[in-house]
């Protein structure tokens, strides 16, 4: 049974930084496309980051977090991470992790970015 879990959400000033982790279990994600959605109150769900497999080492970012956040994996704890840097309020969102072969989603974490 794929299951994906988030966990690091919380309140952070600005300019501050947080750790997203999604574990997954049921597979091992090194094999798998593995992507990070974010969704504001009143807006459509937006892709943040990509990572391909681990062989194929990729990543991809929304030009809105390019340079502040990094996607990555942790194969042996079968975790995905977001770091997230120099967080600015319009980052505020629940933040979701996915794989995009069968379409799992994790329930997802609040970010909530605010002085």
């Not at 990509?50 to 194929?56: K, N």
């Amino acid at each position: 049974q794929v299951q994906l879990v988030e966990s690091g959400g919380g309140l952070v000033q600005p300019g501050g930084s947080l750790r997203l982790s999604c574990t997954a279990s049921g597979f091992s994600n090194r094999s798998y496309r593995m992507s990070w959605y974010r969704q504001a109150p009143g807006k459509e769900r937006e892709l943040v980051a990509t990572t391909g497999t681990a062989v194929s080492g990729s990543t991809s970012y929304a030009d809105s977090v390019k340079g502040r956040f990094t996607i990555s994996r942790d194969q042996a704890k079968n975790v995905v991470y977001l770091q997230m840097n120099s967080l600015k309020p319009e980052d505020t969102a629940v933040y979701f992790c996915f794989r995009q072969l069968g379409a799992y989603w994790g329930q997802g974490t609040q970010v909530t970015v605010s002085s």
